[in-house]
């Protein structure tokens, strides 16, 4: 079975510029994650998407958005980039069963100069 | 808030040697998760701890939990150099597969 895939996998932007990041889960997933790692905050909870709806939202600023397709790929985006917003974003996706675990995929390292 | 803490934050040990990475958290919390990352990588699931009691054993690590206390420990036996890696404990309060995660513990196992 296919794990969770993400693209780009390293991205280089400027101040200002908008980004678009991509998940495509676990077949047969439809609960997807999405978390921010950097060296200083660690791992954060961005958002979660089941079935095209965000369920739940973290502390981060509106420019921070995503989506959901049918087939259960997820997208976000960031818009007006900051130097901050450079970290690695990981998307998990799980089912969405009692003591399930999320999976992650090798996460988008995303760079802003 | 949720509040997820773990000690050590730094760890470095001999081979063959045992030891605990100890897992604290301020809320009651529906599932409690152990994750591994190695440098550069991303996360590996270990373990998914569900109740009160629960103890999940993989290899040379053992995970447990501890709901009353709000307490989570991965234990570590006979370390070897493959286990060198940052783990991570991750709490789940229930809402709809938020993670809250700890800082990690960084494991240098030492030949």
């Known amino acids: 079975k296919a794990g969770v895939t993400q693209t780009p996998r390293y991205l280089i932007k400027t101040r200002g510029q908008q980004v678009t990041l991509s998940c495509s889960p676990i077949?047969?997933?439809?609960?997807v994650s999405w978390y921010q790692q950097t060296p200083g905050q660690g791992l954060q909870f961005l958002f979660e998407?089941?079935?095209?709806?965000?369920?739940n939202k973290g502390n981060f600023p509106g420019r921070f958005s995503g989506r959901q397709f049918s087939n259960s790929r997820s997208e976000m985006n960031v818009s007006t980039l900051e130097l901050g917003d450079s970290a690695l974003y990981l998307c998990?996706?799980?089912?969405?069963?009692?003591?399930?675990?999320?999976?992650f995929g090798p996460g988008t390292r995303l760079t802003v100069l | 808030e949720l509040k997820v803490e773990q000690n050590p934050l730094f760890l470095s040990m001999q081979e063959g040697k045992n030891y605990t990475i100890y897992c604290n958290y301020s809320?009651?919390?529906?599932?409690l998760y152990w994750y591994r990352q190695d440098p550069g990588k991303s996360l590996e699931s270990l373990f998914v701890?569900?109740?009160?009691?629960a103890v999940k054993q993989e290899g040379r690590l053992m995970a447990s939990l501890d709901t009353k206390a709000r307490l989570s420990t991965l234990h570590i036996t006979a370390a070897v150099h493959d286990l060198s890696a940052t783990y991570f404990c991750a709490v789940d309060t229930g809402s709809n597969y938020k993670l809250t995660f700890g800082k990690g513990t960084l494991l240098t196992v030492n030949p």
């Open positions: 701890l569900l109740s009160n009691g």
């Open positions: 809320t009651t919390s529906d599932r």
């Open positions: 077949s047969g997933h439809r609960s």
């Open positions: 998407y089941f079935s095209e709806t965000q369920r």
């Open positions: 998990a996706s799980s089912r969405p069963v009692p003591g399930g675990s999320q999976y």
